[in-house]
C-alpha cells in the first residue's frame, strides 16, 4: 500500500474518511438550508417558483462544476489514466456520462423520489423554516434502521429501539415550539405528518436508490460515481420541481422571479455549490457504509444549525424565529431536543460490533469466496496462510446479530471444516 502521503484522492484511512466525510456533508447542509429559508422569506415568497428557479439556477451551476470537474492534474492511475480535479471529489469519477443498466434505473427511481422530497422540502421550508426542518429531518433515520433491520432480517436490537426512541422524541422537542407560532395546532399537526411519513419515506428510498446505483458495478466491473449520480438525479428534480411549479408560474410567478432573480441569484448559487458538495460526500460515505449510521452521523446538522440561526437571528430576527416572546422557552426546547437527537445519534454510531473469523476449508474442496462476500455484514474476505485459509471481517450492530446472522451462515457451507471466532474489543490506527 502507497504511503498515506502517495495517495492521490485521500491521505486518510478509510475509517476516517468515513467519518469525515459524513460529518462535514452534515455541517455544509445546515448552512445551505439557512440560505434557502432567507431566500423564501425575503426574496421568493412562493414555494414551487423559489424551487423552481433554485433547482434551474442549481443545475446550471452545478453542470459548469462538473465540466471544471475534468481540467486534468498531474499523475496517473494504475491503468495509465490521466488524473482531473473530479477524482480529487471521487475516485471513480472519468468524465460526465449517462448511466447504463440497473445503474440508470436505480438513478431514476432516486431522482423520482428525490423529486418528491424536494418538492416537499421548499413548501415546508415556507411554511415552518430551517428551525423546524433541520430537526424533522432526521426522522428519516428511523425509516433507515428499520430497512436495515430488514434487510438483515432479525428484529432490532435494543440499542436499535433506544434509539429511535430517543430521535422520534427529540424531534417533536425540538419542533414542538412552532406550535404556539403562525397557524393553528392542526395546521403543525398536519405538517408533521407531511414530513414524517411522505417527506422522510421519500428521503429514504432517495438514499436506498443512491447506495444502490453507486454499489452496483457495470458490465465492465466499474462502479458509478456520486458526481455523476448527483448531476442525472438534478435534472430529473428540476423537470419534476419545474411541472409542479407551472401552476405558481403562470399565475404571477415569472413576475415574481424576474423582480427578484438579481438579488436572489447570488445566495442562491452559493446554496447549491454548498448542496453539491455537501451530496457528493454524502453519497461518497454511503458506498462506505450502512445507510443508517451515515444519516446518524450527518445528523451533526441538527447542532449545527441552531449556532448559525442564532447569528442570523441578530440581523432578520423576523425570519429565523430566535427574538419572539418565549425566547428562552424557544432556545431551551430546541437544545433539549437536538441533544436528545444527538445522543441517540452517537448511540447508533457507537454501537457497531467487529469480529475476526478464522476459516479453514475442507481437503479437495473448492473455495467459493463469492458465497462469503454475498451475506450481509461481511466487509472482507482474505486469503491466508499456515492452519486456515481465510480471514473474514464481519461489521454488524450487536454480537448477536453478528453470530446468528453470518457466523452460524458460513459453519453450514458444504466447504467450510472449522471456523474460529475472534471479538475485535478496540482499534487503533
Known sequence: MPAPENRPVSRFRKKSTFYSLALASGIIT?????????VNF??????????????VVGFIVTFILVLFLHIPRKGKTRTGRKFNLGYKLDGNFQRLKLPRGK???????????????????FYLLNRKGSSVIMPFSQFVLIYLLIGDAISDREKPVIVEIQSIAMIAFGVIIASISSVGGNGSFTDFLIDVVLIMVPFSLFSAFYIYFQKKALTTKNREGKLYDSINLRIWTM???TIGQTIAAAPALSNGGFVEVSN????????VIVSMLLAFISIVFYTRALTMGKMSIVRALSSVSVVTTFPILGLASIWLPEIFGFGAENLMLDVVLKLSGSLLIIIGVIALALSE?????LVKAKQGFAINVEELTKMKGIESVSFITGKYDLLINIKMRSIGK???LVEKSIAK???????????????FE
Open 402 to 404: 453478528a453470530f446468528s
Open 353 to 357: 460490533t467487529k469480529s475476526i473469523l
Open 103 to 121: 445503474v440508470a434505473l436505480y438513478t431514476l427511481l432516486a431522482g423520482l423520489f428525490a423529486t418528491g422530497s424536494t418538492i416537499l422540502y
Open 30 to 38: 445546515s448552512i445551505y438550508v439557512v440560505l434557502d429559508d432567507f
Open 42 to 55: 425575503k426574496l421568493i415568497t412562493d414555494p414551487f417558483v423559489f424551487g423552481a428557479f433554485e433547482m
Open 413 to 427: 457451507l458444504s466447504w467450510i471444516d472449522d471456523v474460529i471466532t475472534f471479538q475485535i474489543m478496540k482499534e
Open 235 to 237: 435534472l430529473i428534480i
Open 260 to 267: 427578484s432573480w438579481k438579488i436572489a441569484l447570488f445566495p
